[in-house]
Each structure stands twice: as C-alpha cells, then as structure tokens.
T-cell receptor, first 111, second 116 residues
Framework: KNQVEQSPQSLIILEGKNCTLQ??????????LRWYKQDTGRGPVSLTI?????NTKSNGRYTATLDADTKQSSLHITASQLSDSASYIC??????????FGGGTRLMVKP | GAGVSQSPRYKVAKRGQDVALRCDPISGHVSLFWYQQALGQGPEFLTY????????KSGLPSDRFFAERPEGSVSTLKIQRTQQEDSAVYLC??????????????FGPGTRLTVT
C-alpha cells in the first residue's frame, strides 16, 4: 500500500531553535517528493521538491534531504521564527502525478 | 497573478442538506484536483479533471459526491444528503499541464464544511 508516514505528529520549540521533521514512505513508483507548509486555514504551499537523484535541497532556512534507498526524507528548519508555526506535510508523487500525502507535523514555535 | 480561489470559505450544513463548493483554478491551468482533508490529517485525493473531462474519480467516497467542470475552468464539488462524516476541509488544486507531467499543484485555501 502506498503510504507516507510523518513524525513527530506535533512539535513545540522555542523561537531561534532548530528542528528536524521526518518522513518515511512506501510509495512506488516514485516520481518526486515535496515538503509543503500549510498555515492554519490556508492551502498547502510547496517548500521544496526533490527527484530520485537529489539528496538535499535548500530554500532559505528550510533544508530537505532525501534517501531514496531507505525511502526517508527530512525537513530541517534552522533558526526558527514564529511564522514557521504551521503544519508541514510530506507529499510523495507517484508516476502519473498521483500525490500521496503524509498526515503532517504540526509545529508550534513559541517566543 | 491570482491564485486558486474557493468559495465559500466556510459552510455549515444540516445533515441531509445538499451543498455545492466552488473552485476557481489559476487561469489556463489544464488540471484540476479535489481533495478532502479531515481535521489533523493530510489531504486525500477525491477526483481529477483534465480540462472539462473527469478522468479520475476513484477517490470519491460515495455516489453522494459529484464533481463537474463543464467549461474546463471553474469546478463545482457537490455533496448530496450530507452526513456528519463529510465534515472536513475540501481543497482544490490546479496544475498547468495534464497530470502525467508532474507539474506542481497549486492549492486553494479550502472550504471548511461542518455538518451538524
């Protein structure tokens, strides 16, 4: 079964700290993996996209990694800001552009 | 330019009522997707349109759910005889190319449906 599992389900950190979110997937055949940020009451917005051959991709303070052999990805947030409070969703695309979404990690950054 | 818009943003329906949710995709986008997102969960696929053709409706949970995109732009998701388990956020996304091209999907803000 095509699945995307994320951990932790929720996370609270202090402003300025770093954190790492995890994503494991069993989706096949794999096309690409995206991390989305979803603010409360908004639709998801893409942060990074990685294909099979890419190991790491950065977007400002966000750095995503991908290990296609172990089918694991991580999203590292550096020097967190209050505006980083949101849900972060790992999305794996299968061939045919079928998206399989993880359940998300709800991050809260406190001052 | 304008992104994907959805209306209404919030809808409260009594059990048994019919509802219609609207999606305005980005102009010129060929692909349009509907997703259902339960509270605290990731979105789940409902249906896909390529222009006006509904090519995939494998995710629709029951025959009470119906979607259309008659002119290949605006789409409407209709839910008949709503039930409490239909309460969720309904997300619409559009993409520039047909689905097989793996182009990015741009999401609207969603419609939060609450069935009482």
């Amino acid at each position: 079964k095509n699945q995307v599992e994320q951990s932790p389900q929720s996370l609270i950190i202090l402003e300025g700290k770093n954190c790492t979110l995890q994503c494991n997937y069993t989706v096949s055949p794999f096309s690409n993996l995206r991390w989305y940020k979803q603010d409360t009451g908004r639709g998801p917005v893409s942060l990074t996209i990685m294909t099979f051959s890419e190991n790491t991709k950065s977007n400002g303070r966000y750095t995503a990694t991908l290990d296609a052999d172990t089918k694991q990805s991580s999203l590292h947030i550096t020097a967190s800001q209050l505006s980083d409070s949101a849900s972060y969703i790992c999305v794996v695309t299968r061939a045919g552009n079928m998206l399989t979404f993880g359940g998300g990690t709800r991050l809260m950054v406190k001052p | 330019g304008a992104g994907v818009s959805q209306s209404p943003r919030y809808k409260v329906a009594k059990r048994g009522q019919d509802v219609a949710l609207r999606c305005d995709p980005i102009s010129g986008h060929v692909s349009l997707f509907w997703y259902q997102q339960a509270l605290g969960q990731g979105p789940e696929f409902l249906t896909y349109f390529q222009n006006e053709a509904q090519l995939d409706k494998s995710g629709l949970p029951s025959d009470r759910f119906f979607a259309e995109r008659p002119e290949g732009s605006v789409s409407t998701l209709k839910i008949q005889r709503t039930q409490q388990e239909d309460s969720a956020v309904y997300l619409c996304a559009s993409s520039l190319k047909p689905r097989d091209n793996s182009y990015e999907q741009y999401f609207g803000p969603g419609t939060r449906l609450t069935v009482t």
